[in-house]
Nanobody, 116 residues
């Protein structure tokens, strides 16, 4: 089993920044890809970014490219999402997820609200 706990959400003005953190515990993570997703009210869950736990390329959804950066700290078992130049449309619950055979493991989510 893998346990994921997000933190760092909150209220920020448009143009501001937030950094989300995901604490990872449980089985070894070297086979995993770690990702961030988000879900706004009334909308489907949307892919934000992912990165291989072992390192390598990261990938981003079109709506966040150039503004968000995903990273991981293997020694601390942490995954981060640095969000810059936030827009009102970035308002959503953000979820950390781990990929094994699919996106099998999910955190409980953290709310990000961007005000105009």
């Amino acid at each position: 089993q893998v346990q994921l706990v997000e933190s760092g959400g909150g209220l920020v003005q448009a143009g501001g920044s937030l950094r989300l953190s995901c604490t990872v515990s449980g089985r070894t993570l070297s086979p995993y890809t770690m990702g961030w997703f988000r879900q706004a009210p009334g909308k489907e869950r949307e892919f934000v970014a992912d990165v291989a736990w072992s390192g390598g390329n990261s990938y981003y959804g079109d709506s966040v490219k150039g503004r968000f950066t995903i990273s991981r700290d293997v020694g601390k078992n942490m995954v981060y999402l640095q969000m810059n130049s936030l827009k009102v449309e970035d308002t959503a619950v953000y979820y950390c997820a781990a990929y094994v055979t699919g996106w099998n493991y999910w955190g409980q989510g953290t709310q990000v609200t961007v005000s105009s």
